[in-house]
Nanobody
């Protein structure tokens, strides 16, 4: 199994920045697909950004130009750099790994952006 632990969430003012980290219990190989999702109260969970095994990154339209997903394989860690944060970004952010036909999820980290 894969265990995922997110960190880096918190309270930030609009226009500020945060970097989220997701540490995996296993080494990260090229066949892994990893991503960040978020869910606000009363809303559906949505995809924020993905990092696929071939190195391709994808972003939701709402975060393009502001968020950057990256990976440090040596540290088994996935990152989400969030800049120019908006109140609309407030949500619980979840790390996801798709590996060997199975989905794995972290417990989530709260991001709150104030006006």
């Amino acid at each position: 199994q894969v265990q995922l632990v997110e960190s880096g969430g918190g309270l930030v003012q609009a226009g500020g920045s945060l970097r989220l980290s997701c540490v995996a219990s296993r080494t990260i190989f090229s066949f892994n697909t990893m991503g960040w999702y978020r869910q606000a109260p009363g809303r559906l969970r949505e995809l924020v950004a993905t990092f696929t095994s071939d190195g391709t990154t994808n972003y939701a339209d709402s975060v393009k130009g502001r968020f950057t997903i990256s990976r440090d394989s040596a540290k088994n860690t996935l990152y989400l750099q969030m800049n120019s944060l908006k109140p609309e970004d407030t949500a619980v952010y979840y790390c996801n790994v798709f590996w060997l036909r199975l989905n794995y999820w972290g417990q989530g980290t709260q991001v709150t952006v104030s006006s």
